[in-house]
């Protein structure tokens, strides 16, 4: 029963359908992404199980396409390999490629992206997530504002509970809207939401209506809050003795260190406005590293699991901001060990060839 399972799992009509599917989806992604950007083919295509296309028929994304293929590998190499001595360097390339697919399947998964966008002169040490949203509330007591939590909305629906424990409060999620319209007296008041639907390309600005339970203090109610991720000020209620803030907002990212824009550089083309080169002059610090970095289009830097990427800039009068993507990957090293043991399986193979070529010449 094993080896007809494994038999089956290590056919090439396998192999070679995963590796044609993977050409396919690729292709298929790049055009996607000329409609719909990047974060809307990387979401439906690159980073899913499972796609619907043509409203009802299901295809499968790269993370099937590249599990089975190291399924695939993985049964084949059980099935036919052997191993002796002289077959260590055909072992060592198989590993290697093994490492690299199955790595870059984790990758996919682990990987974190934001965004951090700085003025000359200012810091931080918080990343936000362009499509992604969070809920976030704030405590304000004697003139003290303190964060009580957030949670992501990803997945949210109508009907679902949110439990600040440190806090004692419980946010019943009334109505959620993955986008929409604020409707409001002025932009700091939303009184409604209109739904619409969701883009594509992953531009939305959800919204939430809740009502907030206080567990603590013989208990109370804030009947009804109206959370938007368009407006431009929180939705504030008293609590109690207390003053409660809610927003809706770009989901952050806690950097561990702090980030500083000391000189962001545009140099552009001859005659005209338009950018030929642009690089950032940052500062990363914390208890154990004070180091400047020059970060340019072509020129990441790198620390540790971090990598920032120059990836645009604003401009406001005479100040520029420069956008870094901050890419954190406990994968990094995976294509770097792959490509290692692949070059020595590769070295050891050829060597013992040429070795044996020679003992059969003399």
């Known amino acids: 029963m094993f080896k007809k399972v494994l038999r089956t799992a290590a056919s090439i009509k396998i192999t070679i359908t995963c590796v044609l599917a993977l050409f396919l989806l690729v292709v298929w992604g790049t055009f996607y992404q000329v409609d719909y950007g990047i974060y809307a083919a990387q979401k439906h295509i690159f980073a899913s199980w499972f796609f619907i296309e043509f409203g009802f028929i299901p295809f499968p994304g790269i993370k099937t396409v590249i599990?089975?293929?190291?399924?695939?590998?993985?049964?084949?190499?059980?099935?036919?390999?052997?191993?002796?001595?002289r077959k260590t360097g055909i072992f060592l390339i198989h590993l290697g490629v093994i490492i690299l697919i199955a790595g870059s399947g984790f990758a996919a998964s682990l990987v974190n992206e934001s965004t951090v966008s700085l003025l000359e002169g200012e810091n931080t040490s918080v990343a936000t997530k362009q499509y992604d949203w969070e809920i976030a509330f704030f405590r304000k007591s004697k003139g003290i504002i303190t964060n009580i939590g957030r949670k992501n909305v990803s997945g949210l629906k109508k009907g679902d509970n949110l439990e600040f424990k440190d806090y004692g409060i419980n946010i019943n999620i009334l109505e959620f809207?993955?986008?929409?319209?604020?409707?409001?007296?002025?932009?700091?008041?939303?009184?409604?939401?209109?739904?619409?639907?969701?883009?594509?390309?992953?531009?939305?600005?959800?919204?939430?209506?809740?009502?907030?339970?206080?567990?603590l203090n013989g208990g109370g109610e804030v009947p009804r809050m109206i959370l938007f991720s368009g407006s431009e000020a929180p939705a504030i209620f008293a609590f109690g003795s207390d003053t409660l803030m809610g927003i809706l907002q770009?989901?952050?990212?806690?950097?561990?260190?702090?980030?500083?824009?000391?000189?962001?550089?545009?140099?552009?083309?001859?005659?005209?406005?338009?950018?030929?080169?642009?690089?950032?002059?940052?500062?990363?610090?914390?208890?154990?590293?004070?180091?400047?970095?020059?970060?340019?289009?072509?020129?990441?830097?790198?620390?540790?699991?971090?990598?920032?990427?120059?990836?645009?800039?604003?401009q406001q009068g005479e100040a520029m901001s420069s956008t870094l993507s901050v890419v954190d990957n406990p994968m990094r090293f995976v294509p770097y060990l792959s490509s290692i043991i692949v070059i020595l399986g590769l070295l050891y193979h050829y060597i013992l060839s040429f070795y044996t070529y020679i003992k059969k010449v003399k």
């Open 250 to 314: 770009q989901a952050q990212v806690l950097l561990p260190f702090t980030v500083k824009l000391e000189k962001f550089t545009k140099i552009d083309h001859p005659g005209t406005r338009e950018a030929k080169s642009y690089q950032s002059l940052i500062t990363i610090s914390n208890n154990t590293i004070n180091r400047e970095a020059l970060i340019s289009m072509n020129r990441p830097f790198r620390y540790k699991t971090i990598t920032f990427y120059q990836t645009g800039f604003s």
């Open 67 to 85: 599990t089975l293929l190291t399924i695939n590998l993985l049964a084949s190499s059980l099935r036919v390999f052997n191993f002796n001595f």
């Open 177 to 215: 809207y993955a986008n929409c319209t604020g409707y409001g007296t002025n932009p700091h008041t939303i009184e409604s939401l209109l739904s619409k639907p969701p883009e594509k390309n992953g531009r939305n600005f959800p919204g939430v209506v809740v009502n907030i339970q206080n567990k």
